[in-house]
T-cell receptor, first 111, second 114 residues
Framework: DAKTTQPPSMDCAEGRAANLPCNHSTISGNEYVYWYRQIHSQGPQYIIHGLKNNETNEMASLIITEDRKSSTLILPHATLRDTAVYYCIVRALSGNTPLVFGKGTRLSVIA | ETGVTQSPTHLIKTRGQQVTLRCSSQSGHNTVSWYQQALGQGPQFIFQYYREEENGRGNFPPRFSGLQFPNYSSELNVNALELDDSALYLC?????????????FGEGSRLTVL
């Protein structure tokens, strides 16, 4: 079972920041937080991952609370092409453990 | 574009038949994993292959089997198809030695079982 809880859906106005929350209260010390997204009829796409420090790349920023029990994915300037299902996943650091997907958050970016 | 290619993109089978799905990994990746995604659900892990051997399996029956070839391409075989096997089947490649590195997914093969 997925170890994360996400809202089923969110809306965001085009050009505004999209903030997608995720709860992972049972996360272990050796587990990373990963975010993937899946645009309709495509395979999941990696966005970002982090352990305890905030992370930023060209796609998004990941903010992890100090107690690591929750995180927020931030898309700074959402576009219509960011409409997708966003999955928050916790995954162990060691080995090649599989991704355990929940149902994710369906983000709709509205013009 | 991830460099992971899957074939066929769509196929229709009848109950009881067998199916083989194929995946070509991204160049340089030595690990492949397969996921099943039913309509409206997140992908579910089937199994993973490294060095041509199964290395991890999810809650799927033995009629789901796989192969990994020396060039790291892979096959997923499903025998005795059931209606509930209708789903999008996703292949993902990665580099084993990078541990918890990112997985690169293909576009999937959509299987319909009638």
């Amino acid at each position: 079972d997925a170890k994360t809880t996400q809202p089923p859906s969110m809306d965001c106005a085009e050009g505004r920041a999209a903030n997608l929350p995720c709860n992972h209260s049972t996360i272990s010390g050796n587990e990373y937080v990963y975010w993937y997204r899946q645009i309709h009829s495509q395979g999941p796409q990696y966005i970002i991952h982090g352990l305890k420090n905030n992370e930023t790349n060209e796609m998004a920023s990941l903010i992890i609370t100090e107690d690591r029990k929750s995180s927020t994915l931030i898309l700074p300037h959402a576009t219509l092409r960011d409409t997708a299902v966003y999955y928050c996943i916790v995954r162990a650091l060691s080995g090649n453990t599989p991704l355990v997907f929940g149902k994710g958050t369906r983000l709709s970016v509205i013009a | 574009e991830t460099g992971v290619t899957q074939s066929p993109t769509h196929l229709i089978k009848t109950r009881g038949q067998q199916v083989t799905l194929r995946c070509s990994s991204q160049s340089g990746h030595n690990t492949v994993s397969w996921y099943q995604q039913a309509l409206g659900q997140g992908p579910q892990f089937i199994f993973q292959y490294y060095r041509e051997e199964e290395n991890g399996r999810g809650n799927f029956p033995p009629r789901f089997s796989g192969l990994q070839f020396p060039n790291y391409s892979s096959e997923l075989n499903v025998n005795a198809l059931e209606l509930d096997d209708s789903a999008l089947y996703l292949c993902a490649s990665s580099f084993w030695d990078r541990g918890a590195g990112e997985l690169f997914f293909g576009e999937g093969s959509r299987l319909t079982v009638l």
